[in-house]
C-alpha cells in the first residue's frame, strides 16, 4: 500500500507532493495518502466505529451538544461532556467497553511523519457532516505536549484554520482535501485551530458525504 508516495515498511519516496511549512512547527503534506490508501484507511475506519459507536459529545458546564459527531480508538478516548468536561478515559461513554486499538495504518503514518519516538496513545475520529464545523481550539488536555498531534484528512474538503500560540493571534485559512496529512508539534503545537466550514460534493470517498478527521495523540509522558 503507498501512502503519499511511500511505500510502509521500506519508507521509499516515490515522488511524493513535498511536505509543506505552514508556519514554525506546522507541516502540511499534501495528498498524503493516495486514493487506495484513503479507501483502506476508512474501511479499518469503519471496523472500529462498529466496535465503538460514533456519539456527540457536548461542552463542559452549558452542555451545549457539538456539531461533529466522535469516537475513539487507542488505549485512551479524548472525552467531553456537561458533568467531567475535557478529558481521556479508557472506555467508550456508552458501552463502557475499551476502545478498539488504533489501526497498524495509523500507527504507520504516525512513525512516518511525527518524528517522536514513543507511540499515540489515542485516536480521535470526527466525522463532519456538510453543515458541521469546529471552533478555534488548542490540543491542551494531554500530559505530553512535547509530542506533536497528527491530523489526517479523508472525504470532502475543508476549510482549516490556524493561528498562533493566543486565541487574540491572527489566523490563516486554507483548504484540506482527502488524503491530506497536518503535523501541529514544536512552536506549533499549542497553536490556535479550527475548522470553519465542510465543502459538500467535493469528494466521492464517502458515500454518505461528509469528512472524517483522525488525531493522533501521545497523552503521557
Not at 84 to 103: E, S
Not at 212 to 217: D, M, P, S
Amino acid at each position: 500500500m503507498i501512502y503519499g508516495g511511500r511505500v510502509l515498511g521500506r519508507r521509499i519516496l516515490l515522488g511524493s507532493q513535498p511536505m509543506q511549512i505552514v508556519q514554525p512547527g506546522i507541516r502540511y503534506f499534501p495528498d498524503y495518502l493516495d486514493r487506495g490508501g484513503q479507501e483502506a484507511m476508512v474501511e479499518s475506519i469503519r471496523q472500529v466505529v462498529a466496535q465503538a459507536p460514533l456519539y456527540v459529545p457536548a461542552m463542559p458546564k452549558t452542555g451545549k451538544p457539538l456539531s461533529v459527531r466522535m469516537t475513539n480508538c487507542g488505549a485512551l478516548g479524548w472525552m467531553t461532556d456537561k458533568e467531567g468536561g475535557y478529558r481521556y478515559q479508557p472506555t467508550h461513554p456508552a458501552t463502557g467497553k475499551p476502545w478498539p486499538a488504533i489501526p497498524r495504518e495509523l500507527l504507520a503514518i504516525w512513525d512516518d511523519i511525527s518524528g517522536y519516538d514513543k507511540p499515540p496513545e489515542a485516536c480521535l475520529i470526527n466525522f463532519y457532516d456538510d453543515s458541521a464545523h469546529m471552533g478555534l481550539h488548542q490540543d491542551s488536555d494531554e500530559n505530553d505536549l512535547a509530542a506533536p498531534v497528527v491530523s489526517l484528512s479523508l472525504g470532502a474538503t475543508c476549510l482549516f484554520r490556524i493561528g498562533g500560540n493566543k486565541r487574540t493571534d491572527p489566523t490563516r485559512s486554507f483548504k484540506l482535501s482527502s488524503g491530506d496529512a497536518l503535523v501541529l508539534g514544536g512552536e506549533g503545537r499549542m497553536s490556535f485551530h479550527g475548522v470553519d466550514r465542510i465543502y459538500p460534493s467535493t469528494s466521492t470517498l464517502l458515500k454518505q458525504g461528509g469528512r472524517i478527521n483522525l488525531t493522533l495523540r501521545r497523552v503521557n509522558r
